[in-house]
């Protein structure tokens, strides 16, 4: 600072010198002449350089900042430091604030950012899918104008928000969001949206699967009570009328032991810490066990073959393909009446080898063919229960095939019949 009065008064004291040697040597006049063009001449000069510093100043640019001297050469080299220090300001403000719009847009969640009057500030991509919010338009809009189910109006005027809201959006009725406001600054709300589609879809299942459960194991409960009951109130029950219901009791304790060994083999199967343990599989040898097996449960009612061709090695766990071709088999001689064929084939298609398991039986409505191998599906549940069926049959194959890497196909023609094939991937097979 002491330079820059230095740098100011210099001129004028010089010229005042100057002007006071003009008086002595002159006259008064002359020196005050002098002085009037020196201060004219100083006021030009400042006048100019302020005129350049106005026009700088509509578009203050480093780069652009004039050439001064002077005293105002300081202001300039100030300024020039200051727009510079504002510019690289400005630009890690830019970045940050990209960097957190990257951020927020790859979040999983939904976040929409609500003011005191439930306007919408701010969203990010997910919370526009969510809500079918629009960049344009939807800024600043209400957002009980946009989101209008009661439910969430109400979750809005809550002054508790520690349990979340569940809702389907309006326009996506099989989306389920999970929704939650978290206050801050003072008067803004923040809202989470997140979807629980498949979360829910889980949660269901396993609703539906512990209520099938339950009722598969009830019904042949109530049987054998029933029959327990009668054989306590009847002491005097012939020989044969008690071998009758316990013959009776022993078919529904079987039943019950066939589905918890159904549920044993699929929670087996479904555990992600119980790898496939493979071994090379002999499949001549396998599907002769099999098919004395289905031998023994037809029981001479139906005609049964056995084709084998093609590479008969592969690669998987003996005891699940066991399992696997047995139920395919076993299902097969339930579903097909006295007299019907049924041929077990095992051959190559197309390089990969197929295991195949062809009837003659009551065959399969097109309708339900996608959802045979849901837990517990079955068209006719009666004859699925007379038969020994869990309704897990299909649903423990599926599993098995999904470990195997192989395809369950099934082609079926309503009274005509059925063909299911487990078709493996070529690199399984065994040279
Ligand atoms: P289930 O124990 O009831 O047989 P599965 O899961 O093995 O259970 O089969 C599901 C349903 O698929 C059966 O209830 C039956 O309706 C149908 N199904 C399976 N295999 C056949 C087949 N070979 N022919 C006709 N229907 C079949």
Redesign the pocket.
């Known amino acids: 600072m002491p330079d820059f009065w230095f740098r100011l008064i210099l001129p004028v004291a010089f010229s005042s010198l100057f002007a006071l040697m003009l008086w002595g040597l002159l006259s008064a006049v002359y020196a005050l002449w002098f002085m009037l063009l020196v201060l004219l001449i100083l006021m030009g000069r400042h006048a100019r350089q302020l005129h350049k510093l106005g026009l700088w100043l509509n578009d203050a640019r480093p780069e652009t900042i004039p050439e001064a001297g002077g005293i105002w050469d300081d202001v300039f080299s100030q300024l020039y430091r200051m727009v510079k220090k504002h510019i690289q300001t400005k630009q890690k403000l830019a970045a940050e604030l990209q960097h957190m719009e990257q951020a927020t847009a790859a979040l999983p969640e939904g976040v929409i950012i609500l003011n005191d009057a439930n306007r919408i500030e701010w969203f990010n991509p997910i919370a526009q899918q969510h809500f079918f919010l629009d960049t344009n338009q939807d800024v600043m809009q209400d957002i009980t104008y946009l989101v209008r189910q009661p439910e969430f109006i109400a979750y809005l005027h809550e002054s508790d928000f520690s349990k979340p809201l569940m809702m389907r959006p309006a326009r996506h009725d099989d989306m389920v969001l999970s929704i939650k406001l978290i206050p801050y600054g003072g008067d803004k709300r923040l809202l989470i949206s997140r979807d629980i589609t498949q979360f829910e879809r889980i949660e269901s299942m396993r609703r539906d699967f512990v209520a099938n459960v339950s009722h598969e194991l009830r019904s042949p409960l109530t049987v054998v009570n029933g029959f327990v009951e009668n054989l306590r109130d009847m002491p005097d029950l012939g020989h044969d009328s008690a071998r009758h219901i316990l013959k009776l009791m022993a078919e529904q304790t079987r039943r019950m032991e066939n589905l918890v060994a159904d549920l044993l083999t699929l929670s087996r199967l479904e555990n992600n810490q119980n790898p496939l343990l493979e071994e090379v599989v002999d499949i001549v040898e396998l599907l002769d066990q099999v098919f004395r097996g289905g031998q023994l449960l037809s029981g001479g009612k139906h005609d049964l073959r056995l084709e084998v061709t093609g590479a008969t090695k592969i690669s998987g766990n003996l005891g699940e393909l066991r399992s696997a071709f047995e139920?395919l088999l076993g299902?097969?001689i339930?579903?097909t009446p006295e007299g019907g064929t049924i041929l077990l084939r095992w051959f190559e298609r197309g390089g990969q080898p197929v295991f195949s398991v062809e009837?003659s039986?009551?065959?399969?409505p097109a309708q339900h063919i996608p959802r045979?191998t849901e837990r517990f599906?079955?068209?006719?549940s009666s004859r699925?229960r007379e038969t020994g069926?869990?309704?897990?049959?299909?649903?423990i194959v599926k599993h098995i095939a999904m470990r195997h890497q192989a395809k369950l196909e099934i082609f079926s023609e309503e009274g005509k019949g059925?063909i299911?094939s487990l078709v493996f991937p070529a690199r399984r097979q065994v040279a």
Not at 361 to 364: L, P
Request: aromatic letters at 12%.
């Open positions: 139920n299902n097969a339930r579903y009837d039986g009551i065959g399969i045979l599906y079955r068209i006719d699925s069926g869990t309704g897990l049959g299909l649903a059925s299911f």
